[in-house]
């Protein structure tokens, strides 16, 4: 189909046990909106090198900052328009 040369029509991945799908050739929308997708890393070398793979063509709409739930957290747009929040995880409150 004209237009969908670039798209994605089916992928898969797991987190844990889980596997999630996904496809961009479901509709002519341009961006992402009203959605962000959180992932949450081990380190802060790893949500580093991750915000800056991803924020490259896009935009950092937060700079990783420690905040008071995490000691590394930030939020950016890729350049197809996904927006992103990275972490490490804080202290578990007891």
Partial sequence: QPGFENKIMHSSFKV?????????????????????LA????????????FDALSEGGSVDMPLTPTFWSPCYGMLTDKFGLAWMLM???????
């Fill in 16 to 36: 844990g046990d889980t596997r999630l799908m996904a496809s961009d050739g479901c509709s002519d929308a341009s961006k992402f909106d009203g959605f962000r």
């Fill in 39 to 50: 992932i949450s890393m081990d380190s802060e070398a790893d949500v580093r090198r991750a």
């Fill in 88 to 94: 490490v995880p804080g202290p578990t409150p007891a």
